[in-house]
């Protein structure tokens, strides 16, 4: 990998849109945490665990990444989880990192939503005032569960409604289309919030049709699949609805089957407003800059193209213009 390339993607002021950070727990910390929490996992090392990383599908995934959030319990632990993945993201050059948690994992083992948010918000804090990152929340429901599920989940976390930026929708894609939280959404932009919804990575393209049009998102997470629906991309393209792609997981979940075959390249001559994330790194085998880095070798990027990029981060980030300025500003 070209150590020039690397610095040049790190040297770039960009923003993280699309993380997960129980996705960020590094296998290490994942044992750490189990030993300090008492939790009993079923790989002996972390190195069997890493060994375990090997997906056919996004449900294949989710089983795991389950299991890993059974270490997160205290307060503590979701500040570790969160302060450790801005420190990293610090160091790839990250300004603003908009990162979800899906705190329903953890209300239904009874870990008190409290300790979830006030872990990840005192971690956002400290990031801000010792790399002067800016940090945001984005609450994520699950759609496998109800509708009504996602209503007790916004009641719950609504004494810190000014602390959070925006609510997204993740977990199984397929069959469980955007349509079912379509009221959840309605109340969502009532309320003020920004939204973003995962739709179109193993889901079909109507699925990122019902995003846009029933949930009036602001953003679309992934939205690879939108392609296969030509109507559909040149309303994309004309709302300049922002997409958040995440190649290597997309490889690592086998949504494509090579990087090269990945819609990336398509997309932008698309005219679609793209920007590239890592969404769940410590699974999927790279950081942010670890997914421009290799966009840019299989596709052959220039460095105004990954400066585009870059800038599209930003520009797709839920703060306001005056902030985004003042991000754009930093060296
Ligand atoms: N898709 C849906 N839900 C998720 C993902 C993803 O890629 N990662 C973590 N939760
Ligand atoms: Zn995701």
Known sequence: ????????????????LHIHLEGSLE????FRLAERNDVALPWPSADALRGAYRFDSLQSFLDLYYQGCRVLVREQDFYDVTRAYLA????????????????????????????????????M????AEDGISAGLVVTAQRHRSEADAFTLLDSVSPWADRIAGFGLGGAEVGN????????FRELRQLGFKTTAHAGE?????YVREAVELLQVDR???????????????????SRIPLTVCPLSNVKLKAVSRLVDHPLPAMLAAGLTVTINSDDPAYFGGYVVDNYVQCAQAFGLSADALAALAA??????FLSDAEKDALGNVS
Do not use: C, W
């Open 177 to 184: 289309p955007p349509s079912r939280f379509t009221r959840y």
């Open 202 to 206: 193993e889901g079909p393209a109507a």
């Open 312 to 317: 599209n981060s930003i520009a797709a980030s």
């Open 88 to 123: 990293r993201a610090h160091a790839d050059g990250v300004v603003r990192a908009e990162a979800f948690l899906g705190p329903q994992s953890f209300t239904e083992r009874g870990v008190p939503v409290g300790d979830i948010l006030g872990g990840v918000l005192r971690a």
């Open 125 to 128: 804090d400290d990031a801000r």
């Open 27 to 30: 296998a290490e910390m994942l």
């Open 1 to 16: 990998m070209s150590v020039a390339l690397t610095e040049f993607v790190r040297s770039l002021p960009k923003a993280e």
């Open 220 to 238: 679309i997470d992934h939205g690879i699949r939108a392609l296969d629906d030509p109507n559909l991309v040149e309303l994309l393209a004309a």
